[in-house]
């Protein structure tokens, strides 16, 4: 139980400050959004985002910053393991989080084959 409530609560104070820089800012969700992102990867870079991750759970790792953490993993494991040098910037991001972007189109599609959503007038 000490897991589920310390995952939501990591989760919820992530999406507070995000909502707080909605309200009290003029950045864009879209610009957020980045912003998560980039943060994840540069804290993955540093060191200190595996080590939070590890201790806050899926409240850590289902957020944007956790997928900015992946994407920094597999650049770093593509780079330095596998040796593909300034190619594997590119292919590495893009093969540690492939599961996951598929798994959002997927879902995105069944959602809008299901639920049939119209365009707001």
Known sequence: MTEVLKAFLVGGAICAVVQILLDRTKLM?????????????????????????????????????????????????SITEEGEGVLGIFKGGLTASSAGIAAALVFGYLGALLFRPKMKK
Do not use: C, D, H
């Not at 080590?51 to 920094?72: D, R």
């Open 29 to 77: 969700p879209g610009r957020i959004m980045v912003l998560l992102v980039v943060s994840g990867a540069v804290l993955g870079f540093l060191g200190i985002y595996q080590p939070f991750a590890e201790w806050a759970g899926a409240g850590a790792s289902v957020p944007l910053l956790g997928f900015g953490n992946t994407l920094w993993k597999g650049v770093a494991k």
